[in-house]
């Protein structure tokens, strides 16, 4: 599985570089600007969870007692298996060089145990839908289909007035909240996120923590006939319940679908699920 993780890092990378989206240390790609660059980070944002990562790449033997020391420490010529990973010259990095190029690209879910964790997730959730979707022999039970006794049929009113209650809900309470001036929330919208107060009520959507990049950039591909396999790691995917949806770019989860992973297209996915 690590195969697959290094192939999403890798290519959230080159997405990043296409659109300039990375710093100027990253994008020479020199020695120096690397490691100015992992100082910087390291004071930006630092998370606990990359504690491992971090010691492994700049102290393997454990010498120093804390990350600024590490970083101070490395000789820059340990950052070339890196560069030339980056530069795509090397198909067999060490594990160490694709975990820390992860870091610092700010790549999600990370660390790899968290990355095969959400994966081995996602696959068991696919297994069981599968399971549950497989054709059914029960006989059909007296009173169903077309001859729906007037109860099922009062009931299946009473849905259908419940869901236009809400979505009046929805619309009454959109138009009716005071806006804040910090929108620090977001909510998915059927093909993008909107930034929300965090505060707000809006009856049937996730509201979570803005995530700024997914919020500019993270879209749901609706025209899918336009996609070939010239977009070969250059959009995202999801296949849930045989149902595949296109998206602009990473993410670290789907949008609705919580513990579904978002993962590159390959060539062989956009012939299959995509184009005319």
């Known amino acids: 599985m690590f195969e697959e993780f290094k192939q999403e890092v890798f290519a959230a990378y080159k997405d990043l570089t296409s659109r300039h989206k990375l710093p100027d240390e990253m994008e020479s790609l020199t020695r120096f600007g690397l490691k100015r660059y992992a100082q910087r980070i390291l004071a930006d944002r630092y998370d606990r969870k990359d504690d491992e990562v971090i010691r492994q790449f700049f102290d393997p033997q454990n010498l120093y007692a804390s990350h600024e020391e590490r970083i101070d420490h490395f000789d820059l010529d340990g950052f070339r298996p890196l560069v030339l990973f980056m530069q795509g010259r090397t198909k067999n990095p060490h594990d160490r060089v694709v975990k820390i190029l992860a870091w610092l690209i700010d790549f999600e879910p990370r660390p790899y ?164």
Not at 148 to 173: D, I, N, R
């Open 113 to 276: 145990a968290e990355w095969r964790r959400m994966r081995d997730n996602d696959r068991r959730m696919t297994n069981d839908s599968g399971a549950d979707t497989a054709e059914d022999d029960t006989p059909t039970p007296e009173g169903s289909g077309t001859n729906a006794t007037p109860q099922k049929k009062s009931k299946l009113t009473w849905y259908v007035v419940g869901a236009a209650l809400l979505a009046g809900l929805a619309v009454y309470f959109a138009i009716n909240q005071p806006e804040c001036l910090d929108k620090q929330c977001m909510y998915w919208a059927t093909d993008r996120y909107v930034a929300v107060c965090c505060e707000k009520r809006l009856p049937g959507a996730n509201i979570v923590a803005i995530r700024p990049y997914e919020l500019e950039h993270f879209r749901k591909i609706t025209q899918t006939d336009t996609l070939t396999a010239a977009h070969a790691n250059k959009v995202w995917y999801s296949k849930i319940d045989n149902t595949v949806e296109f998206f602009t770019a990473p993410a670290t989860r789907h949008p609705v679908h919580h513990g579904r992973l978002i993962k590159p297209a390959t060539a062989y996915i956009l012939e299959k699920y995509a184009g005319k």
